[in-house]
């Protein structure tokens, strides 16, 4: 008999059919800032997104997403880097590398836990056939997971190098897809299915005019809230109801872009505020979440090229210039993750578990009980 994967790529999405199902163009508000034009990642000049999902049988539930900085092979061009640990129970590949150096040599790929390995080679491989790297031997691939095993069989280790690779070379810049895609295919958040969820800002003219832009994979719990709303408790879904843990414990990944002129020092101040967003959601990085963020700058100037002088010359914000970019980064962080949950559907996997979607309707419902909602919804 032959075996089969129900595979898809996910790149761009036509806007139109991104913005259906998103929480801000149903009038719901997020902080004060305006967004990119796609309010995703990709907002940020040359960041790319690819996605693999990967779907078989009744067990197999899970996928791979790619975030490129750049639109070249960046071990010859690095990016400035900074990595955050928001609380360390997880499996992240390539941190110490970045804590070290401020460096990011390679596209960052989101998995399952279990796949973080295959992920790395993927990597490797990708870098070692790149042009101009004939002679590489070290490199530092980053690969962040959480662990889908509640609707995938996750022991059966079923992404492979080739579809690393494939999410790789199909990532493209413009609309991202959210929800039951890549990464996030079989995750859970707050209790409802998670998923992929993007967002960006864009500084007024007067600040810099820069764009910072969040993706997140979301597996995480707590006690949900939206603009400011106990949604978990009223809808009965929280942390310690009924004395379970089950939806506390996971991860969350987040990967922050931005064009911003900033170095490894900076990068960390703002991943670090990318916790707050989170907070933001309800979420309370439990014992065995793993909390990580991912933050780069993608400001041409400040490249570290391969065989360049030994000095040069880089231009930074100075500190005081940060807030905006920090208030950018909470916002955008809220933000996506609640689009995650908007995005994803009703999915039943691994031995008949079933994560139910977010009941959108009631949510606005309360949200409208409460006087939040934007009327005609916003950009």
């Known amino acids: 008999m032959h075996r089969f994967y129900l595979v898809f790529l996910l790149t761009a999405l036509p806007l139109f059919l991104m913005s259906q199902s998103r929480p801000r163009a149903l009038g719901v508000p997020f902080g004060v800032m305006p967004t990119g034009t796609n309010n995703a990642i990709t907002d940020v000049t040359g960041v790319k997104v690819g996605h693999l999902t990967l779907i078989k049988g009744k067990n197999i539930r899970t996928g791979v997403t790619a975030i490129l900085p750049t639109g070249e092979d960046m071990y010859q061009r690095k990016v400035p ?3 955050y640990l928001g609380n360390g129970y997880g499996k992240l590949a390539g941190y110490s590398q970045v804590k070290e150096l401020g460096e990011l040599e390679t596209p960052i790929v989101l998995t399952n836990t279990l796949s973080v390995a295959t992920a790395t080679d993927a990597l490797i491989t990708h870098c070692l056939e790149a042009p101009g790297n004939e002679n590489v031997g070290s490199v530092n691939a980053v690969v962040g997971e959480t662990n889908d095993g509640f609707l995938n069989d996750i022991r059966g280790r079923h992404v492979k190098e080739k579809h690393v690779l494939e999410a790789i070379a199909q990532a493209s810049p413009g609309p991202v897809a959210e929800g039951n895609v890549g990464a996030g295919t079989g995750t859970s958040c707050f209790g409802w299915k998670g998923g992929i969820g993007t967002s960006s800002r864009k500084l007024p003219a007067s600040l810099g005019g820069y764009t910072v832009g ?3 994979q979301t597996n995480f719990g707590g006690v949900l809230q939206i603009a400011g709303v106990q949604v978990g408790q009223a809808l009965g879904s929280y942390y310690f ?6 939806h506390a414990d996971g991860s969350c990944m987040i990967i922050v872009a931005t064009d911003a002129p900033v170095g ?19 979420g309370i990085a439990s014992n065995g979440s ?3 963020v991912v933050a780069f700058s ?3 100037e400040n490249r570290i090229v391969a065989g360049e002088d030994r000095e040069r010359e880089i231009r930074e914000l100075r500190n005081g210039a940060m807030s905006p970019l920090f208030l950018a980064t909470i916002e955008a962080t809220e933000e996506a993750i609640v689009n995650s949950l908007f995005a994803a559907e009703t999915m039943t996997g691994k031995d008949g578990h079933t994560r139910e979607a977010l009941p959108v309707d009631r949510v606005m419902g309360l949200l409208r009980k409460q006087g939040v909602i934007v009327k005609g919804g916003r950009k």
């Open 81 to 83: 880097a900074a990595i």
């Open 214 to 216: 969040v993706l997140v």
């Open 241 to 246: 109801k009924g004395a379970l843990e089950s």
């Open 264 to 282: 490894p020092r900076n990068l960390e101040r703002i991943a670090k505020r990318a916790m707050l967003g989170l907070a933001r959601t309800g």
């Open 290 to 292: 793993g909390d990580y």
């Open 298 to 300: 993608t400001a041409n």
